[in-house]
T-cell receptor, first 112, second 110 residues
Framework: KAGVTQTPRYLIKTRGQQVTLSCSPI?????VSWYQQTPGQGLQFLFE???????NKGNFPGRFSGRQFSNSRSEMNVSTLELGDSALYLC???????????FGPGTRLTVL | SQQGEEDPQALSIQEGENATMNCSYK?????LQWYRQNSGRGLVHLIL?????REKHSGRLRVTLDTSKKSSSLLITASRAADTASYFC??????????FGTGTRLKVLA
């Protein structure tokens, strides 16, 4: 079975731009979660989707948004980028809640 | 902050020794999981322990859970250089999100 894939793997943007990151979960997994990882804040939960519905959202500003498609693929969007948005963005999928999550390799976003 | 705490923050041991890292959390949980992360890459799931379990083994890994103290420990026996990584605990409080600990950086010296 193919693992979780994330595209792109690396991204450089400038302040004020917007960015869209993509995540393809493991086949059959319907739950997709997104995390932001930075050296200072560690792993912070962004949001979780299940069957195209956002079930929970972390404490991030409205500039961070996401969606999930009918094939369970998910995207997250960050608008009006700030320097502090530079981070590793990780996507994880699971078959259902309360089960182990399988992580993708992440997208490293650098905001200049 | 809801984030869990792990200690130690960093641990350096010789190959063949055992490594123990601890995780404390703040809210009631359904389960607790441990993950490994190599050098800024994605996380790899190691083991899941449910709130009604006290101990679980997987290969060289042993995890304990004490819900009364809201704490868990991960023991890696007979460590190898390949075990060098950061280790995170993650707790699920039944709200469709996981709260990750701050992580322990383990370095195993050959």
């Amino acid at each position: 079975k193919a693992g979780v894939t994330q595209t792109p793997r690396y991204l450089i943007k400038t302040r004020g731009q917007q960015v869209t990151l993509s995540c393809s979960p493991i086949s059959g997994h319907r739950s997709v979660s997104w995390y932001q990882q930075t050296p200072g804040q560690g792993l912070q939960f962004l949001f979780e989707y299940f069957s195209e519905t956002q079930r929970n959202k972390g404490n991030f500003p409205g500039r961070f948004s996401g969606r999930q498609f009918s094939n369970s693929r998910s995207e997250m969007n960050v608008s009006t980028l700030e320097l502090g948005d530079s981070a590793l963005y990780l996507c994880a999928s699971s078959w259902a809640e309360l089960l182990e999550q399988f992580f993708g390799p992440g997208t490293r976003l650098t905001v200049l | 902050s809801q984030q869990g705490e792990e200690d130690p923050q960093a641990l350096s041991i010789q190959e063949g020794e055992n490594a123990t890292m601890n995780c404390s959390y703040k809210t009631s949980i359904n389960n607790l999981q441990w993950y490994r992360q190599n050098s800024g890459r994605g996380l790899v799931h190691l083991i899941l322990i449910r709130s009604n379990e006290r101990e679980k083994h997987s290969g060289r890994l042993r995890v304990t859970l004490d819900t009364s103290k809201k704490s868990s420990s991960l023991l890696i026996t007979a460590s190898r250089a390949a075990d060098t990584a950061s280790y995170f605990c993650a707790t699920d409080a039944g709200t469709y999100k996981y709260i990750f600990g701050t992580g322990t950086r383990l370095k195993v010296l050959a």
